[in-house]
């Protein structure tokens, strides 16, 4: 029988499937979007594990009756089927050749909460937070938490029988369904629960092919339960193989717990329902530090018997990692001093209940032979910064500078809490065998163990010795009387290794629950029964040999190649949350995976394989999902991985582009410092043209501008052209950055900073050569131009930089590219390098330099938005010392893009996209700011779009110092603190564009008679 399976398996693995017809029926008959191109091919390849399987094609349903078509489709064309949430599998079960069905986008929704009966019924699509979010109103929650809480599904957590910190508190996600809503590939449409005796032989009795179901379930419960009761771990954690134990008539013949863990390999889940529990209001934090992390463990069982809500443990490798790539910084600096350490959360109504379960635990650990270090965080911010150290560790332990690659492959063994310390003793050791080196971590209470190990898994040696050691991990494991897997199931990683943890007649009896519900063995083929070989299939493998094209970018964190940095993506996914961080403005926009940071990364390493993606740079998919990449760089800081997209997209395009014209904006935009300078010789007559009706829209219409949006104007005298006149002040020299926007647009701001400078002492010096740092060539890929401009800045500059003559911005964006994209493109110019470092934002080097001066007092309530560059590159901590010194008593509103990025806002095809951007935080919080605020605001992109979308204006950090050397108070100034600045810019442009109106009249009425005169 078992050969015959096998045989059937094997064939379904390798179906022919009639994809174009296929794609053409599902288009016909769904409302949903039916995607087979080879843009979402590649999109889809990959979940968070180390496979990669190129699916059929990818399909969206809005709702339940989409689902019926597709799923019947996909039979009449023997097509596998793979469900998908938001695909961020550890195990490879979320990555197939088959068709997918993503109901992340549309079936999202929360049915029902009923608080009463503490239930709520979800579409197999809804986020975890979302979910968690509303129940929280009733002080309830769904308890099981993964780290991916914020962008992980219901669906995908019943695929995969999730857990997180607060298992500990309620359960797995087993522990926590009552009902699911099911559809099997043959269309049969059932709810399942747990099943009383009378309740199953009259399902029996009914017969059909629900009761054909039931009969063969009733069969494996009774043929196998003796066996499931002696050879399933009595752990707490054991996610490995199906749950059959709830088929047991002592667990309530639970068949929809039965099929929680089943990772889409059974049926589809087309509604849950959810078990809630109390959320204890009241949270605290005991950090406890022991010498090591093994001592750490030893310890687990009696902290368990305490009752904590959470227990999580974290070795010293993992806050090395964190500290060398500069992360937590404060959460690292809230642990005590140790070489291990457990988070203990405990729970109650109260704080006070709360402390004392805290402080029992404390008194307990001090009567113990070793005493470890400990604190009781009670600060909610605090707690939050430490816990953000356990909750990053696998995107810290990803990708490490000057570290191999770390990959997945043994990451969520898990065994009974009291043999924990012998067994992470035995698993380092055997790691040290083999040369791994990785950090151990993981949800300690319940004794489940996280790592990521350096396999090579580029070599056939590197992917032998790989397969050697989980093999031999497998049989420690098993020896401890463990699970394979304690989290993230199965899918390849872990399913050729099943038989060693559960023998071959509970193989068998698996083979016969897939069956049961999936004789065809069409969904989710080869993952978790009869699976792939856990070495085939591999994202990497022993033929890895990306292209590696020339690029501009020299990539020095990723040994100069393209194809390394796309690499750095292992699929997070901490770019489709929805909430907090910058990171990813457009997915937040759209909620489509290809404009996400991980849909980008993965389609330009797509793009290198050459395999879907076949056009290299000319490839319109990879050139479609940078499109509405703001190149906010969000996530070059928010992703824990580092993927820098907005470098990515600049090397794209500028290959994208050879011999080719780009979009009219492009050459508007990227040189405008070229257009702002021959504007600047007749700046009254230039805005003549862009501000007024009728010619501005002409205007608008050549430089390719939505109609929607107003032309910045050019201010009457540039910032240079004033600063000319100025006379030395004396004290150190200062090289004031004249950057194109605060130069001829804006300049009084940058007359703003030389007040501030010069009043704390500086001299400022302005270079008079016409230098621009070529930022907005960034995001049309110019690359050779910016070049050539930092070269010639490097050159011009040369004497300040040899004499380290500070250099102060202020504009965030361009001070980033001093920072960041000089140094990527010049790696080893050692001018370059010096420039790096002496370069500041106004508030850094009046942080850094300015002890000796106390400025005034300034007492006002702010709204400080920070430009996404300033927030990525340079971080906000200057910023906010410098207004807490003065006074400025701020508040920011959720950190987000402003959706202008630089001229991405300008642009004909994104206006809609960039006010919806700037419509998810920032101009609702300047909206309601009240009318006595300042609203902060130093990127001229971000001031453009408040300007353009409220009927408030920005000041920059510079501005504000200069209103508090005035003393100026908010009342004096006008409705708005900002109002007497803006009248003065008002008066100001029409003055100079009156003039320049009158100045043209007159010439031609002159040219008139000199006319009329020759005649
Ligand atoms: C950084 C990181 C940290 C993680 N931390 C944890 C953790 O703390 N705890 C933990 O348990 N896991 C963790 N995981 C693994 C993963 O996030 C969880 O398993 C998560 O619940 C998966 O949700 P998803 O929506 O991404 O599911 P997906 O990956 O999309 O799918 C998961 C499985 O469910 C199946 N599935 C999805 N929808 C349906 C449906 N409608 N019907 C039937 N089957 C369906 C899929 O076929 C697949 O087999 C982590 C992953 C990452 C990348
Ligand atoms: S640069 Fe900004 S918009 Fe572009 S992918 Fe990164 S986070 Fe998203």
């Known amino acids: 029988m078992s050969n015959g399976f096998i045989q059937l398996v094997q064939t379904t693995k390798s179906a022919q499937v009639d994809a174009s017809g296929l794609a053409q029926s599902l288009r016909a008959s769904i409302q949903g979007d039916v995607r087979f191109d080879n843009g979402s091919r590649a999109l889809y390849a990959t979940d968070g594990s180390n496979y990669r399987q190129v699916p059929i094609g990818v399909v969206l349903p809005r709702d339940v009756d989409d689902v019926l078509a597709i799923v019947s489709l996909c039979r009449e064309f023997g097509a596998p089927l793979l469900c998908r949430g938001g695909g961020t599998s550890l195990a490879g079960q979320c990555c197939n050749v088959a068709v997918i069905l993503d109901f992340s986008k549309y079936m999202a929704g929360i049915t029902e909460i009923d608080p009463a009966r503490r239930i709520a019924r979800v579409q197999p699509g809804v986020v975890l937070d979302h979910l968690r979010n509303a129940a929280e109103k009733y002080q ?5 938490d993964p780290a991916t809480h914020d962008r992980c599904t219901l669906g995908g957590m019943i695929g995969n029988n999730s857990c997180g910190v607060h298992s500990v508190m309620a359960g797995k996600t087993d522990d926590n369904i009552e009902e699911l809503d099911i559809l099997t590939y043959d269309c049969t449409r059932m709810k399942v629960g747990a099943t009383s005796s009378e309740e199953l032989e009259r399902i029996i009795r009914e017969g059909g092919r629900r009761g054909e179901i039931y009969g063969n379930l009733k069969a494996i419960a009774a043929g196998y339960g003796d066996l499931i009761r002696q050879r399933f771990p009595k752990i707490p954690r054991r996610v490995s193989g199906y749950n059959l134990n709830f088929l047991l008539p002592e667990n309530g013949f639970h068949v929809a717990r039965a099929l929680v863990g089943s990772e889409g390999t059974c049926v589809t889940v087309l509604e849950a329902t959810c078990r809630l529990v109390e959320s204890p209001p009241e949270r605290v934090l005991v950090v406890v530090a022991y010498p090591d992390i093994y001592q750490c463990a030893d310890h687990v069982p009696e902290i368990m018997s305490h009752k904590p809500i959470g227990l999580e443990g974290f070795d010293d490798l993992l806050t090395d990692y964190t500290r060398r790539k500069g992360i937590n910084s404060e959460g690292l600096s809230l642990l005590l001093e140790g070489g291990g350490w457990l988070l203990v959360e405990f729970g109650a109504d109260t704080v006070q209940e709360a402390e004392s379960q805290a402080r029992g635990l404390m008194q307990a650990l001090s009567r113990g032979a070793s005493i470890p270090n400990m604190r009781l965080c009670t600060d909610k911010q605090q707690a939050k910064r430490i816990w953000e150290v356990r909750e990053s560790s696998l995107g810290v332990t990803s990708h490490v500078p000057g570290e191999p690659l770390n990959w997945e492959g043994w990451e969520d063994s898990a065994v009974a809490p009291e043999k ?35 396999f090579d898994l580029q070599s056939k040696a590197g992917i032998a010795k790989y397969r050697k050691f989980v093999e031999q991990a497998a049989d420690l494991v098993v020896g401890y009387g463990g699970s394979l897997s304690g989290e993230h199931g199965d899918g390849q990683s872990r399913a050729e290794l099943l038989p060693k943890m559960f023998g071959p007649e509970l193989m068998q009896a698996f083979r016969e629950f897939k069956s049961a519900w999936d004789p065809a063995w069409k969904m989710n083929p080869g993952k978790l029964i009869e699976p792939y070989r856990l070495d085939e299939n591999l994202r990497l493998g022993a033929n890895y040999a990306p292209w590696e094209p020339e690029t501009h970018f020299q990539f020095p964190e990723d040994h100069g190649s393209l194809s390394q940095a796309s690499l750095r993506c292992v699929g997070v996914g901490a ?43 000319r490839s319109e998919e990879v050139k479609q999902s940078l499109d509405l990449c703001l190149a906010c760089k969000g996530c070059k800081s928010d992703c824990p991985v580092g993927v820098d997209v907005a470098t990515y997209k600049a090397e794209f395009l500028s290959h994208y582009y050879e011999g080719r014209l780009r979009p009219r904006s492009a050459y508007a935009f990227g040189n405008i410092d070229f257009w702002a300078r021959l504007a600047s010789h007749a700046p009254g007559l230039v805005n003549l043209s862009t501000q007024l009706p009728f010619l501005r829209e002409i205007a608008k219409l050549v430089a390719g501008i939505p109609s929607q949006r107003s032309i910045p104007a050019f201010a009457p005298q540039t910032f240079k052209s004033w600063f000319r006149r100025r006379r030395n002040n004396g004290g150190p020299p200062v090289l004031l950055w004249p950057d194109t926007f605060n130069n001829y647009f804006l300049p009084a701001t940058a007359k703003a ?91 850094e080097f009046l942080e850094a330099n300015s002890a000796h001066w106390a400025p005034p007092r300034f007492e006002r309530r702010a709204l400080l938005h ?37 001229s991405f806002g300008f642009e004909h095809d994104k206006y809609d996209i960039s006010m919806a951007i700037g419509e998810l935080e920032l101009l609702p919080a300047v909206r309601k700011a009240p009318d006595d ?28 110092l200069q209103m508090a050397l005035a003393g100026l108070s908010a009342s004096d100034s006008g409705p708005y603190p900002e109002s007497s600045r803006v009248l003065q810019r008002q008066i100001d442009l029409r003055t100079s564009m009156t003039r320049a109106g009158l100045g043209l009249g007159a010439l031609m009425a002159g040219s008139l008679l000199l006319r009329r005169w020759i005649k």
């Not at 309830?140 to 099981?144: I, K, V």
């Not at 010194?885 to 701020?890: L, M, N, T, Y």
């Open 420 to 454: 924990l310390g012998s067994y992470l003793r035995d698993l380092r050791k055997m790691m040290a065998e083999f040369g791994y080196k990785g950090s151990l971590y993981g949800h300690f209470g319940h004794a489940c163990v996280h790592t990521r190990l350096n």
């Open 933 to 960: 605020w300042l609203i902060i605001a130093d990127g001229f992109s971000c001031r453009e779009q408040i300007a353009q979308g409220s009927d408030r204006r920005a000041l920059h950090l510079a501005e504000v």
């Open 866 to 902: 920070g430009h996404c560059h300033h927030k990525s590159i340079m971080r906000m901590t200057a910023e906010e010392s410098v207004l807490q010194r003065i006074g400025v008593d701020f508040h920011s509103p959720a950190p987000g893009c402003c959706g202008m990025a630089g």
């Open 140 to 144: 309830l929650t769904f308890a099981p």
């Open 753 to 843: 900073a030389v007040e501030v400078l010069e009043a704390a002492g500086f001299n400022v010096i302005v270079p008079q050569a016409n230098l621009c740092c070529g930022r907005p060539l960034y995001d049309f890929g110019m690359l050779d131009r910016a070049k050539e401009l930092l070269l010639q800045i490097l050159d011009e500059l040369s004497p300040e930089i040899e004499a380290g003559i500070p250099v102060v911005g202020l504009e965030p964006s361009c001070v980033a590219v001093f920072r960041d994209e000089l140094l990527n493109l010049f790696p080893d110019d050692k001018r370059a390098q010096a420039l790096a470092r002496q370069t500041f934002l106004l508030s």
């Open 575 to 617: 770019c489709r949350r929805e909430e907090g961080g910058v990171m990813c403005p457009s997915y937040r926009a759209t909620r489509e995976e290809e404009h996400s940071t991980r849909g980008r990364a993965h389609l330009l390493w797509e793009m290198t394989q050459g395999e879907v993606i076949r056009d290299g740079w």
